[in-house]
């Protein structure tokens, strides 16, 4: 499909093309261009080298810092940043995984010396508990003001009971008025 | 009433949390080492390589720990004061050179002055990581049964070193 379509725009726009063509092939800068293109990849292409031995620990070590907050770059995981600190970490994180140690010793580990800042799931305590319930907390107040809102509001429907002879006179308008319209 | 004063308390409330909570510096993040006992170490020195200097031959003296490096440049802020604090001899201020080159920190060193009684070396930050290091410079004072006291993170400022550093120690060491 891609390629009827180019096809069809060269047909259709050939001076355009040409002229295209004529202009890259007379600079010498576009066979510079090509060799790169043709050499590079050659050149080049390197498998990513690992960074441990064991992918097994690797793909442990990026889950596990995915869920540390990186105390230089703030906005960004442990796993995603490029700063010394972070890659200080990871290479902390990696060995203590070498060494056989579990999620949970080396999260304490890192919370030790960083403090609680480093987990991107602050741990509930006295101190994180609005943190964890405010949410909650406010929910439960616009709960409460749209339900006293509303049965305020059926109240004053109420209220607007029409008597008989409010009906009658209602009614009787209603018909003057078709009467009316239809005349 | 209560229709229009309850929007502006709100209001008032939400603007109060947010007057405290711009003001915080996200950067200062209490330590959770404050109170607890310094992470021993034993490191090569900085001007005599073949010596090591190791955490417990401070134990009995208040002592400053300042993290330092040639490529940080608040270090250079703060480097007058700490020069001119350890000319006053009211404390010793060791150093740890942090993730840094030798030649560079000792150029560093020769061109802005030596405040440190000994500089350690730490070239690829594992003590930094015992210490909870993120942001250098970064200065901790320790009692003389090898507690950290408190952690100052970044330079050290007048009005840091007169209002809490320098009380701190004397009454550390009184």
């Known amino acids: 499909m891609n390629l009827i379509l180019s096809l069809e725009f060269i047909k259709n726009h050939r001076q355009?093309?040409?002229?295209?063509?004529?202009?890259?092939?007379?600079?010498?800068q576009f066979v510079l261009l090509l060799t790169i293109l043709v050499v590079s990849p050659l050149g080049w292409t390197k498998e990513a080298v690992p960074v441990s031995e064991n992918p097994e620990i690797e793909r442990r070590m990026i889950a596990l810092s995915e869920e540390l907050r990186c105390l230089v770059c703030q906005?960004?995981?442990?796993?995603?940043?490029?700063?010394?600190?972070?890659?200080?970490?990871?290479?902390?994180?990696?060995?203590?995984?070498?060494?056989?140690?579990?999620?949970?010793?080396?999260?304490?580990?890192?919370?030790?010396?960083?403090?609680?800042?480093?987990?991107?799931r602050p741990p509930l305590r006295t101190n994180t508990m609005l943190l964890w319930f405010g949410p909650f907390i406010f929910l439960l107040i616009g709960?409460?003001?749209?339900?006293?809102?509303?049965?305020?509001?059926?109240?004053?429907?109420?209220?607007?009971?029409?008597?008989?002879?409010?009906?009658?006179?209602?009614?009787?308008?209603?018909?003057?008025n078709s009467d009316g319209g239809n005349t | 009433m209560i229709r229009f004063l309850l929007p502006l308390v709100a209001f008032i409330v939400l603007v109060a949390f947010l007057l405290v909570g711009l003001n915080l510096n996200p950067r200062k993040i209490p330590s959770p080492l404050i109170g607890k006992p310094a992470p021993a170490f034993q490191l090569q020195q900085l001007y005599e390589s073949e010596k090591t200097l190791a955490s417990k031959d401070n134990l009995g003296k208040v002592w400053l720990l300042n993290v330092w490096a040639s490529w940080c440049a608040a270090c250079r802020e703060e480097h007058p004061l700490l020069v001119q604090l350890a000319k006053s001899g009211i404390v010793p201020i060791y150093g740890l050179n942090y993730k840094d080159k030798r030649d560079l920190a000792l150029q560093w060193?020769?061109?802005?002055?030596?405040?440190?009684?000994?500089?350690?070396?730490?070239?690829?930050?594992?003590?930094?990581?015992?210490?909870?290091?993120?942001?250098?410079?970064?200065?901790?004072?320790?009692?003389?049964?090898?507690?950290?006291?408190?952690?100052?993170?970044?330079?050290?400022?007048?009005?840091?070193?007169?209002?809490?550093?320098?009380?701190?120690?004397?009454?550390?060491?009184?």
């Open chain 1, 16 to 28: 355009l093309v040409t002229t295209w063509l004529r202009i890259l092939l007379s600079k010498r």
């Open chain 1, 75 to 120: 906005n960004e995981s442990l796993a995603g940043s490029r700063s010394d600190f972070a890659k200080d970490l990871r290479r902390e994180i990696r060995e203590q995984l070498i060494a056989n140690k579990s999620n949970k010793e080396i999260t304490d580990f890192l919370v030790a010396r960083y403090g609680d800042f480093v987990l991107y």
């Open chain 1, 143 to 176: 709960a409460c003001t749209l339900i006293i809102y509303l049965r305020q509001r059926r109240k004053q429907l109420e209220e607007v009971a029409l008597s008989e002879e409010q009906i009658e006179k209602a009614e009787e308008i209603l018909k003057r």
């Open chain 2, 109 to 174: 060193l020769d061109r802005f002055g030596d405040p440190y009684i000994v500089s350690i070396v730490d070239s690829d930050g594992r003590v930094g990581i015992e210490y909870g290091v993120y942001g250098v410079p970064e200065t901790y004072v320790i009692d003389k049964t090898g507690v950290i006291q408190y952690k100052q993170i970044g330079p050290v400022t007048v009005d840091v070193l007169e209002k809490t550093i320098l009380p701190l120690v004397k009454g550390l060491q009184g």
